[in-house]
T-cell receptor
Framework: EAGVAQSPRYKIIEKRQSVAFWCNPI?????LYWYQQILGQGPKLLIQ????????DSQLPKDRFSAERLKGVDSTLKIQPAKLEDSAVYLC????????????FGNGTRLTVT | DQQVKQNSPSLSVQEGRISILNCDYT??????FLWYKKYPAEGPTFLIS?????DKNEDGRFTVFLNKSAKHLSLHIVPSQPGDSAVYFC??????????FGAGTRLTVKP
């Protein structure tokens, strides 16, 4: 089974610029997550999709972050404008439905904002 | 909002000995607990999980113990191998599917 694909792997931008990340989940996984992992911390949920609907975006800074899941498959996460504190690894994960279903993570995109 | 805590940022053990990684949580509504392993430049990989109705789950060298009254879980690796060297994240899942992670413990297994 192919894993969760993310691109790009690395991105360096200046503050106030915009950036977009792409994620392709495991085929058949209805639930898709975007996590932000700052160095030395655990992953923090930004947004959770169930098919193409948003389940939880309570921790998404909506003034600068946006995300969509096109046709319930691929997803993009955008930051506009970026701030220095947005420097982190952005992880996409997917899972099947079910309380005990583990998340399958992609390798992440490391964003550096200068 | 630290509902899941891993108080030891690092742990070093000798190859062949037992590794014990600890995790505490504050939210009694969590009903599933998971451990993930992360190598550098890779995403976390699922390792083992336990339902809140159980107190132990074993999978090969890995065993997770859950103490609900103390809101504490631990991961035991025995025997530890150098390839187990990684960052281990504890995670807890609520009924709404929201999964919260601890800050991680870096395990180093010395040959």
């Amino acid at each position: 089974e192919a894993g969760v694909a993310q691109s790009p792997r690395y991105k360096i931008i200046e503050k106030r610029q915009s950036v977009a990340f792409w994620c392709n989940p495991i085929s058949g996984h209805a639930t898709l997550y975007w996590y932000q992992q700052i160095l030395g911390q655990g992953p923090k949920l930004l947004i959770q999709f169930q098919n193409n609907g948003v389940v939880d975006d309570s921790q998404l800074p909506k003034d600068r972050f946006s995300a969509e899941r096109l046709k319930g498959v691929d997803s993009t996460l955008k930051i506009q404008p970026a701030k220095l504190e947005d420097s982190a690894v952005y992880l996409c994960a997917s899972s099947t439905q079910g309380v005990g279903s583990p998340l399958h993570f992609g390798n992440g995109t490391r964003l550096t904002v200068t | 909002d630290q509902q899941v805590k891993q108080n030891s940022p690092s742990l070093s053990v000798q190859e062949g000995r037992i590794s014990i990684l600890n995790c505490d949580y504050t939210n009694s509504m969590f009903d599933y607990f998971l451990w993930y392993k992360k190598y550098p430049a890779e995403g976390p990989t699922f390792l083992i999980s336990i339902s809140s109705i159980k107190d132990k789950n074993e999978d090969g060298r890995f065993t997770v113990f859950l103490n609900k009254s103390a809101k504490h879980l631990s991961l035991h690796i025995v025997p530890s191998q150098p390839g187990d060297s990684a960052v281990y994240f504890c995670a807890a899942r609520a009924l709404d599917g929201n999964m919260r992670f601890g800050a991680g413990t870096r395990l180093t297994v010395k040959p």
